[in-house]
């Protein structure tokens, strides 16, 4: 079996699991701002991937649980927002093994032996780069090391789902190398895969290729069906993570508190202008500072939200519900946080100096007031500070449970799901196919 699991690493197809970084489709290093890129140079990346190698034989918890015992769920996350959107599975069935990186999950991954058995593959990464080309080549700039790593990743994760043996691994992620790495690991040995959304779908997304996805609504089905579905038994469940939430929906009509969020992906000197300019033109409302749980500038902004004695909301604190409970609206750039927003009625204005729209929110009416200069943001404030709009069932596109009788009650289906196709005897009774599509299989609520 070993020999065979070697054979399989060698044969892995690094730029798919590495989608984030290898498609020039988001093209990560044009989009992000230099000073949040790895630093650049295969020789460089080399000697990171030692220095991991060395950082997490030191980080080596030997106290620590190991994945040792059989479960017939393996659910994983390998960020905050993933662990947010799947811990509920773990609460409402028993015995679930929650592996994770980042202290998410309840039983780390233990990259040490990850980087250690990747060495080895170091003649199989190396001729990989040496056989790029264009983007492909580029990526080995940022991410030798990650390339190199992924070898590790495939042989641990295929040992660990050995001893589990689960019937069922469920991922949160379908695009970065963490979570792809994992899902082909368990495609290899048999096992059937579960993707659970965990945000808004982009076009830039990689073609869906798990055995069922779970997703949130017609929002999500028909941008993957522009990215491509293979083989994926598909369910349409609404948003989770909003269940029982009716009495944090926002029932203001007047602005007084509001979000501002942001990811990488935006500018540095952009959003200190924007803030700056705001709080001075509206100074009975309250500002408060949010920067996305990935964005390495969190500590700096809260320095400044102190600066400018404005409110901080830490992301990798507070959920992303306490944070939109307590605003009237908020505003953002390119984020799924808008969608967020709109499910608890809290107004969402768009601002960022290029529209992207990369979530088709504008495009689908979701988000009315958007901008791309300071003017015309304050003009949309002032057209609605006095006279906010119930914005809540713009979201029903994106949750199919919005106003039906499934509504607040998607975990219940998520779970019901699970336990199906890991006894592999789904009751189809409460859904029906959309046959809106004709080379996948999809299935809605019956109303």
Known sequence: MFLSVIKAACKLNIFEINFVFSSEKINLFKNLNPKQLPKKGVLIRFFVFWGKLFYYLYKLDFSKKSVVYKSDYLLFASTKNQSDMIDFISKKINDVIFLGQRNNGSIQVKLFYAYLIAIPFF??????????????????????????????????????????????????????????????????????????????????????????????????????????????????????????????????????????????????????????????????????????PSDVRGNYFKEYAISKKLDFSNSKQEKVIEFLSNVDAIIAGESNIHLEAILLNVYPFYFRDQIKDNYAFIKNNVIESYATNLPDLINHINKIKNNKPYVRAKGKFYSSTIDTKYDNKSQDLIVNLLKQISAEKIDFSIWEENNTYSNFTAYQLKL
């Open 123 to 292: 003649p199989i990464v190396f001729y990989r780069y040496i056989k790029a080309q264009n983007y492909n080549k580029k990526s080995f700039s940022y991410c030798f090391d990650i390339y190199w790593c992924i070898y590790g990743l495939y042989i641990l994760h295929r040992i660990n789902l050995k001893k589990i043996n689960p019937n069922v691994v469920i991922i949160a992620n379908d695009h970065s190398y963490e979570n792809t790495v994992l899902k082909k690991a368990a495609k290899d040995a048999g096992i059937k895969t579960v993707y659970i959304q965990h945000a808004s779908v982009s076009l830039k997304f990689p073609p869906m290729d798990f055995d069922f996805a779970l997703l949130d609504g017609f929002d999500a089905l028909e941008k993957y069906s522009q990215c491509g579905i293979r083989n994926t038994k598909i369910f349409l469940c609404g948003i989770s993570k909003f269940d029982n939430l009716i009495d944090k929906v926002n029932r203001n009509n007047k602005i007084q508190r509001v979000g501002v969020c942001f990811n990488d992906g935006d500018k540095q000197d952009v959003i200190e202008q924007m803030i700056g300019t705001l709080i001075l033109e509206f100074p009975d409302i309250k500002f408060v500072i949010r920067p996305h």
